[in-house]
């Protein structure tokens, strides 16, 4: 919560530790709770999967659908929601919707809500085109992608990592605990086969290694580009 700042030092920062110790309590109800879904329907998510590779959708049936058959994403019962981020849930939802739309080709409905003078341009968005056709991504690897997506934004919740081990609690490592401990909160994740919930875990190490924005602002070591290199020598270049 905002505290005006003529607040003397001593009750700012006792608010702050209230806060921070109901978010802690929030945290742990959470994850020792029995979800209210117990998993995702697996069936919903290959109807799903299905009607985006035959472009049955429009963009806003899409934007209904994703929270439905993500169920982290769920604005009632997602742990997103149980842990008050919605505006983190919001953020993965958006994600996926431009990778679908991207993947899909679908360049108006990419741009309708830029403003007119900041639009991506149809130059760009054909470059991107390019590298989507190098990808080649099939239908099993784009579901790993949204699964992915759908679940980053937990190892961003402050308070996850404060009630999890003190090895896991950077921001990759916070989700893959998810994955491998409380897997029930991640129902998306039991939609994908074990191949590729393998491989998002993998992925998930790659980030922790090698950020892609840092490589766009020129901020990668060479020990990263190296371990990145690494990596997709194990792994292939799937995980890329």
């Known amino acids: 919560p905002h505290m005006p700042s003529f607040m003397p030092l001593e009750m700012q920062s006792l608010r702050a530790a209230r806060a921070a110790s109901e978010a802690m309590q929030r945290t742990v109800r959470a994850l020792t709770s029995e979800p209210e879904r117990a998993e995702t329907n697996n069936e919903d998510a290959d109807v799903f999967m299905a009607q985006v590779q035959s472009n049955t959708l429009s963009t806003s049936e899409i934007c209904e659908t994703i929270p439905k058959v993500f169920k982290e994403l769920d604005r009632a019962s997602g742990l997103f929601a149980k842990l008050d981020c919605l505006d983190e849930a919001d953020r993965s939802a958006c994600s996926m919707l431009c990778v679908i739309l991207l993947v899909k080709d679908h360049y108006n409905d990419f741009v309708a809500p830029q403003a007119e003078g900041k639009r991506l341009s149809a130059t760009t968005w054909q470059s991107w085109q390019s590298f989507v056709h190098w990808l080649d991504i099939t239908d099993e690897q784009l579901h790993a992608a949204l699964v992915f997506l759908a679940i980053r934004g937990f190892g961003k919740v402050k308070s996850i990592g404060r009630a999890l081990p003190a ?47 840092q490589l766009l602002q020129g901020e990668n070591t060479p020990w990263q580009l190296y371990s990145l290199q690494r990596m997709s020598d194990d792994h292939g270049e799937t995980l890329l």
Do not use: N, Q, T, W
């Not at 039991?190 to 491989?199: A, I, K, Q, T, Y």
């Open 167 to 213: 090895d896991a609690r950077c921001p990759e490592d916070i989700v893959r605990y998810l994955m491998d401990s409380v897997s029930h909160h991640v129902p998306s994740v039991s939609g994908l086969s074990s191949e590729m919930r393998d491989l998002v875990k993998e992925a998930f190490g790659a980030s922790k290694v090698f950020s892609l924005p």
